[in-house]
């Protein structure tokens, strides 16, 4: 008897495929079989979504899931569903977990954990060196063999110009993508905010723009020189953006993501000494914050990732310069994107979809992200008018340092289809 | 949150005239045969410091017993702090004792901040790492109204590692809610130039003649090795280019007086000649910061 379940009457959107129209979509065995009118439904499941938007599954590129050895703060399973609860089908988890994912065996274990609890797909990102510290690169062929879709040393950038240029060749030669964190840590060493007025008011050490863009103008340096696909993870800052088009135009495999938080806030909206406001990269000046949005409108930064950061309550609840650094991110993603980026006009719905599909399926290469034929089943439906109000105490995550908590959202997902089956609905 | 004093920037002029002018009432106590005051008899107060102090731990504590108030004091050496107990569990431990007010001095910037949002108790902040300073400010403005009629008009020079100090950043937000020109003076390590941005009337300059020329008052800060993480200047030749010698008093207005909030270091910041000189009003500072606290503690408890 085979799985059948159709999203009935939902305006379907799937920039892979050059769709966007009202339509049903048909999916058998957790798999696409057609997207079209009246399509036919005995025995199916049937999810009504007249009025909705229905995507490809969103992909979410980079999060962190803290299993294993951090599961007070989360864990595959809850990160998993607080992901579904997002409208994210798939996911991405860096390797900064303990012990840090840099052999075969994490990778293999973050798989089987996933494939036993998550509730959407998780796909695992290696480290870059072992330990994620800087000097001996990672078992990093065995954790591919293992399902490491990428590599990166996430939160720990690799400082070494001679290692990360190894990295790359390695990365290149696994056909890998390559992810940086770009931190100068010498630059923003101590600091707890982006550097600037507010950050001179409070008395907080500042990390400075230049901080980032030092090491994202290396790297493209180290890319041109190596032929590596290398990304720019969480980008924040003009230059940077600046850096990434120029290469890009130049040819070079070269892309970029950036965060919710960081198109939707500057340091201008922080909370004094509140550590829901406190990350990295940090919350930018307005102009970086507006040079981001610009560089999303350009088609410069290809992908929305959240940078899910879960942190346990009582890590947050410290002196502002002892609070880690992060802010989950899951649940939010589609409603500050509708709300920060089409709403004003700076993106069109399409284009949005794009972001969240076509965007990071194109640095990650999951085979996913498309609703053509034979495509794995796995929808997004959203709404871009309802309105709700986000508690995160009621969240599915095991952590609740977000500064999102009571923000009443005009649009939102209604519905996570995972392999053909419902993994969350409103 | 509870009526504390956390900050010199969101308090408005006429909340610091009535502090000012309260404090005035109480410099004659202090050279009373008879010092005790009854205002707050009964009243409990926390000295809670996070960080080495001698002048403004005394301070706040003798200011509380001249009204009458009780006060203890804890050092966090030898706290439940060396035992790993967090901020807020610390606090929260002290409020159920029922204080009726804590005093407060951290090193980190915002801590009593984040604390207000969390306690019942009014919180006083006695400097919290590189952010204010209020009641040092307080005391530099009773201390300059001691000798000048008033602020408007006035030109301050605040000179030294402006970049690390919560004493210049409550000056700064003090003096220009008053229309004084305020003069900020460092190293360019020592003085992003955001501060320009943290009141109307502030100025920069790396050049300590230009900060001292016509200026009334001249303010040295102590350079703060202990909050620099790096080496922002090279310290053998601070003082040969910010520190304050005698001639160049000179420079500023024949009245000039210097002030500088302590501990000071001779021969880093200012010569010795300076520090003695008799427009300096170092140790009148350092009474008057009992007087203006006594007006602090009433105005948050009494």
């Not at chain 1, 059948?4 to 009457?9: A, E, Q, S």
């Not at chain 1, 969480?234 to 070269?254: D, E, K, W």
């Not at chain 1, 700076?346 to 979809?353: Q, Y």
């Not at chain 2, 004493?167 to 003069?183: C, D, P, Q, T, Y």
């Amino acid at each position: 008897m085979p799985t059948v379940i159709v999203i009935r009457n939902g305006r379907v959107i799937d920039p892979a495929s050059n769709t966007d129209r009202v339509a049903d979509v048909l999916i058998v065995d957790g798999r696409v079989v057609g997207v079209g009118p009246n399509l036919p439904s005995s025995k199916a499941e049937v999810f009504d979504a007249t009025g909705m938007i229905v995507a490809p599954g969103f992909i979410d590129m980079h999060v962190h899931l803290r299993e294993p050895g951090f599961e007070h703060a989360e864990t595959i399973e809850s990160g998993s569903r607080a992901a579904a609860a997002g409208g994210f089908t798939s996911i991405c988890c860096m390797p900064n977990t303990k012990p840090v994912n840099d052999s075969k065996t994490v990778t293999s274990y973050i798989v089987e954990q996933a494939r036993s609890k998550a509730a959407v797909n998780v796909f695992p990102i290696g480290a870059i060196t072992k330990g994620s510290g800087g000097e001996e690169l990672a078992a990093i062929g065995a954790m591919k063999a293992a399902g490491a879709v990428a590599i990166s040393d996430d939160g720990l950038p690799v400082m070494n110009a001679r290692v990360m240029r190894r990295a790359m060749e390695f990365a290149k030669s696994y056909d890998l993508p390559i992810i940086q964190h770009c931190e100068d840590l010498n630059l923003s060493a101590g600091g707890d905010m982006h550097e600037g007025a507010p950050s001179v008011r409070w008395g907080l050490r500042g990390i400075p723009a230049a901080s980032e863009d030092v090491m994202v103008a290396r790297d493209l340096v180290l890319a041109q020189l190596t032929g590596a696909r290398y990304h720019v993870a969480h980008i924040s800052t003009r230059n940077a953006v600046a850096m990434v088009q120029y290469a890009r135009r130049n040819g070079l495999p070269a892309t970029c993501e950036t965060t919710p938080h960081h198109f939707s806030l500057s340091d201008a909206c922080m909370v004094p000494y509140d550590s829901n406001y406190k990350m990295k990269p940090p919350l930018r000046s307005p102009g970086h914050q507006q040079a981001v949005v610009e560089g999303i409108a350009a088609g410069t930064i290809s992908a929305i990732a959240t940078d899910h950061a879960p942190h346990a309550g009582s890590d947050k609840m410290q002196e502002f310069e002892r609070c880690p650094f992060g802010i989950i991110g899951l649940e939010t993603a589609i409603a500050l994107a509708l709300e920060e980026l089409v709403a004003p006009g700076k993106i069109g719905l399409s284009r949005m979809v794009e972001l969240f599909t076509t965007g990071p399926e194109g640095v990650m290469r999951l085979g996913r992200g498309t609703l053509a034929p034979g495509a794995p089943g796995d929808v997004t439906v959203f709404s871009t008018d309802i309105s709700w109000t986000y508690d995160v105490n009621q969240s599915p995550s095991r952590s609740r340092n977000t500064p999102f908590h009571g923000r009443t959202f005009r649009g939102g997902p209604m519905a996570t289809i995972v392999n053909g089956a419902i993994a969350w609905k409103r | 949150m509870p009526a504390g004093l956390l900050g010199i920037e969101e308090l408005d002029r006429a909340e610091i005239e009535a502090i000012l002018a309260r404090a005035k009432d109480f410099q004659p106590v202090q050279s009373q045969t008879l010092k005790k005051l009854d205002q707050l008899r009964g009243k409990m107060i926390v000295n809670l410091f996070y960080e080495a102090s001698t002048r403004t731990r005394t301070s706040f504590e003798i200011a509380a017993k001249r009204l009458g108030a009780d006060a203890i004091s804890i050092t966090a050496s030898g706290s439940s702090v060396s035992k790993g107990e967090s901020l807020v569990d610390t606090l929260n431990t002290l409020a159920a004792m029922r204080p009726d007010a804590i005093v407060m001095r951290h090193a980190a910037s915002g801590a009593p901040h984040f604390l207000a949002r969390h306690l019942p108790t009014p919180i006083i902040n006695a400097g919290d790492g590189t952010h204010e300073h209020p009641t040092q400010a307080l005391l530099d403005a009773r201390t300059i109204l001691d000798r000048r009629s008033r602020l408007e008009g006035l030109k301050v020079a605040i000179i030294g590692d402006i970049a690390h100090s919560r004493v210049a950043r409550s000056n700064v937000h003090l003096l220009s809610k008053f229309g004084v020109e305020i003069v900020l003076c460092g190293p360019a390590s020592l003085l992003p130039v955001e501060l320009a941005q943290l009141a109307p009337g502030v100025r920069l300059t790396t050049d300590i003649c230009d900060a001292i020329r016509e200026a009334d008052v001249i303010m040295m800060l102590r350079v703060q090795l202990e909050r620099q993480h790096e080496a922002a200047f090279p310290a053998s030749e601070y003082f040969q280019f910010y520190g304050l010698r005698l001639e160049h008093m000179d420079l500023a207005k024949p009245d000039a007086i210097v002030m500088h909030p302590g501990p000071i270091n001779r021969g880093r910041e200012l010569s010795s000649e300076v520090a003695d000189f008799s427009r300096s009003v170092i140790l009148h500072q350092v009474e008057n910061g009992i007087a203006v606290r006594m007006a602090v503690l009433e105005k948050v408890i009494g």
